[in-house]
């Protein structure tokens, strides 16, 4: 079956230590979106790709970067996991905003849950 | 800034009973409504409104949106414990950059 597949579903790191969360998706979808909800909140968009352009919100902090290799593969890196960096992170796909009966529904990922001790 | 407000924010009821969450929004440039589930994992998705007044139906399900006032609600008759969960409402807006923006979601638990 097509899906958002993410990789770890947890994850433990240390205070300061670089981590990674992978993303990958068989919708062939031309935007992938990294969310980060913590607990009791909405979710809240870091960034996305759409194709290679990569698009930062205006908030997102420096400490978070994001590479996209091809269609299918996304990452998420924190360079230096702050205590206050502990959340849920979502990895989301959707067709392209602009494609005829637009704007599409995202597909979410099973989330990678990060840890920070 | 976009803001997208759900109400109550937690509920508890009896299986069987009926219940409405609701969803109430102010962003510029509105293009769809989205209802997600979330369950202790991602966020599954349940409708996509876009068009004023016209219902939404899955099941026990059903959602219908109010573009003059600003407001969406979902509907689930003849609750299950299986329904329990979080309900994410999420609006579309923006221009040439669309950007979905989520509600705090209702917890909804449902007693047997």
């Known amino acids: 079956d097509a899906m958002v597949i993410q990789n770890p579903r947890y994850q433990v790191t240390q205070f300061g230590k670089p981590v990674t969360l992978s993303c990958s998706q068989t919708?062939?979808?031309?935007?992938m979106y990294w969310y980060q909800q913590k607990s009791s909140q909405a979710p809240k968009l870091l960034f996305h790709?759409?194709?290679?352009?990569?698009?930062n919100e205006a908030d997102t902090p420096d400490n978070f970067q994001s590479r996209r290799p091809n269609t299918s593969f996304c990452f998420l890196d924190i360079r230096s996991p702050g205590l206050g960096d502990a959340a849920m992170y979502l990895c989301?796909?959707?067709?392209?905003?602009?494609?005829?009966?637009?704007?599409?529904?995202?597909?979410f990922g099973p989330g990678t849950r990060l840890t920070v001790l | 800034e976009d803001k997208v407000v759900q109400s109550p924010l937690s509920l508890v009821v009896h299986e069987g009973d009926t219940v409405t969450l609701n969803c109430s929004y102010e962003?510029?440039?509105?293009?769809?409504l989205l209802w997600y589930k979330q369950e202790k994992k991602a966020p599954t998705f349940l409708f996509m409104l876009?068009?004023?007044?016209i219902e939404k139906k899955s099941g026990r399900l059903s959602s219908i949106l109010d573009k003059k006032e600003l407001f969406s609600i979902l509907n689930i008759t003849a609750t299950q414990t299986g329904d329990s969960a979080i309900y994410l409402c999420?609006?579309?807006?923006?221009?040439?950059?669309?950007?979905?923006?989520f509600g705090k979601g209702t917890l909804l638990t449902v007693n047997p």
């Open positions: 790709y759409y194709d290679k352009d990569f698009n």
């Open positions: 989301a796909t959707s067709r392209p905003p602009f494609l005829a009966g637009g704007p599409h529904t995202q597909y």
């Open positions: 919708l062939n979808h031309n935007v």
């Open positions: 999420a609006v579309y807006s923006g221009g040439s950059n669309y950007k979905l923006t």
């Open positions: 876009t068009s004023s007044g």
């Open positions: 962003v510029t440039n509105f293009r769809s």
